[in-house]
């Protein structure tokens, strides 16, 4: 069975930084765009970046622009996204996707891989 694991979820205050990761022990994340999505409580799930599975499409969402990266390694088939400035609005769980050779794609309908999630809190 196919898994992503997401980790690094905390609880941070407001200005902080955090990282999370995700991960794949079946898949190899490199042959594979790779969503960044976040579900704050009462609302629906948003995407927050995505990062193509060649490495040269990266976008994110305006809310986090500048502040969010994503970061890939393929030495430890992980990609993490990190958070700098972080905002009380931030306050999600934040879940990877994935799907094979996808450029890009910002709907959560194209992703056909995901993880269970990880719980970001940000507040003082």
């Known amino acids: 069975q196919v898994q992503l694991v997401e980790s690094g979820g905390d609880l941070a205050q407001p200005g902080g930084s955090l990282r999370i990761s995700c991960t794949s022990s079946?898949?190899?994340?490199?042959?594979?765009?790779i969503g960044w999505f976040r579900q704050a409580p009462g609302k629906g799930r948003e995407v927050v970046s995505c990062?193509?599975?060649?490495?040269?499409?990266?976008q994110y969402a305006d809310s986090v622009k500048g502040r969010f990266a994503v970061v890939r390694s393929n030495a430890k088939n992980t990609v993490y996204l990190e958070m700098k400035s972080l905002e009380p609005e931030d306050t999600a769980v934040y879940y990877c996707a994935a799907l094979m050779w996808g450029v890009c794609p910002l709907s959560e309908n194209d992703y056909d891989l995901w993880g269970q999630g990880t719980q970001v809190t940000v507040s003082a």
């Open positions: 990062f193509s599975s060649h490495g040269e499409t990266v």
């Open positions: 079946t898949i190899m994340l490199d042959l594979y765009a």
